[in-house]
């Protein structure tokens, strides 16, 4: 899953994508983690606010989540 393939409401995709980069940016463990809290916490603020949809934060979670693992190992090897 990729974060274009989410159908996310206007405006909240340039930010998105910008937790993404940062997500994949991270230079090292302590600066993953930020961007992973960040990210998920965006993710947690449009859904309480009911701007996205559940189905729609699960995706998102799954894929700040994968981005997240990919860098961990990407870092660790």
Do not use: H, W
């Not at 997500?23 to 930020?34: C, H, P, Q, Y």
Request: proline letters at 3%; a negative charge; aromatic letters at 6%.
């Amino acid at each position: 899953m990729s974060l274009e393939s989410i159908n996310l409401p206007k405006g909240v995709g340039p930010d998105a994508a910008r937790l993404f980069d940062a997500i994949l940016g991270a230079d090292d463990a302590a600066t993953l983690n930020r961007a992973a809290g960040k990210a998920e916490g965006f993710v947690f603020g449009l859904e309480s606010a009911k701007a996205i949809k559940s189905q729609v934060a699960e995706q998102l979670y799954i894929v700040y989540d994968e981005a997240a693992s990919q860098r961990g190992e990407q870092l660790a090897g």
